[in-house]
């Protein structure tokens, strides 16, 4: 059994398939945030029945869709270490930052399948304009980053707090806000019929906003995982 | 040739002191029982020594061959076998056994596990869930995942509870075999387990 100088590559890569088998294995996360998404979805689409809305509450409508989907289930990822008591055995083994990452990555993976099942469907029940998918593409991609790079950390912090579901979605929300906010106006512009080239400013933000808080993130994290 | 340097250790909740003035250094080859009543921080002076909890006073240290440990290189060299350590009960013993090695940086054959299985008298049982074991065969396992990682410094915190006595002897022969090359840190009130120890430190009154 010879010692390798695995890196924190593999070691990353290690923790998120040992994450990914463990949701394959029960789907709590995912069942959670699906549900949450589509019945979110069915009873807006339910509630505008013909009627077109306007590009500007669409695009908030979506992103308030996937922010509270993501608040029912990105948090769990440390929930289930520390109510199963694994997280001892996790800290006493993995160097904090392969379990950042790991679970990052997970969150990010969850959050996809999560806005691949949900975009679909929100065009087709919102009668969104298509024509603007195309350049939606890269601001889902930075969305989800952006979501899951902001609250992975905080589903640490409040993975052993009493009122854990509570605390995550109003520790989340002051941080998301600028988030949210130019995911929106970037969504509305498009939808309106903007091209990629016009929302270039908010494409540099979201940008910058995820490597704050993912490298911000990785400097904390230490710290909330074993103090 | 690892040690293990615990200097005037004192940890306290609130205002109640747990335990204060800890000090012993202990090389490869010896041991030390921590004894003492129920919650006289048994337990708790063991997770201070893993850095689970920061100490108010004192520290610790680890050294091979006169060189102090890193965090990471304390994580690789380090074992814990204690009730309130807990596995992944949706994995398989293998799982767990695997996922434990790899996330520290090493390697583990299928025949290793095998080897590490039939020493814990877990024989055939490494394909099922976790979830599906007694808690003896937890105990057991727990043994295999903290062997499988070749320990330098072994910390066993009630370390037979829950086993029935085919396995308490199954742990008797291998902490005989860990402590000729290891530091073995005992917690315990059981005669025959800190008998197993080099040394003794009692704890409260």
Redesign the interface.
Known sequence: ??????GLA??CL??LI?DL??EL??KYALNAVLMFGITTLAVVSFSLGQSNLPPHLLGALFWIIMFFSAMSGLAHIFIREED???A????????PD?VFIGKLLFNMILLTVLTLIITPLFFVFTNAPVSSLGSFIPILVLGVIGLCSATTLIAAIIARAAVKGALFAVLSFPIIIPLLLTLVLTTQKLFEGSGVSNVMTELQFLIAYMVVMIVGSLMLFKFVW?? | MYKLVVENLAKRFDSRIVFKDISFELTSGESIAITGPNGSGKSTLILCMLSQYRPNKGKVSYLSDQKILSEEEIQQNCGLVSPYLNLYGQLTAEENIKFFTSIRGKNITGNEINDLLIKVGLEGRGNDNVAEYSSGMNQRLKYAVALANKPNILFLDEPTSNLDDQGKDAIASIIEEVRLNSIIVIATNEKEEYSLATNKCRLGN
């Open positions: 059994m010879p010692p390798t100088s695995a593999t070691k290690t923790m040992k088998r463990l294995r029960d199963s008591g694994t001892l055995a996790l800290r006493l083994s993995a160097p392969a074993t103090e």
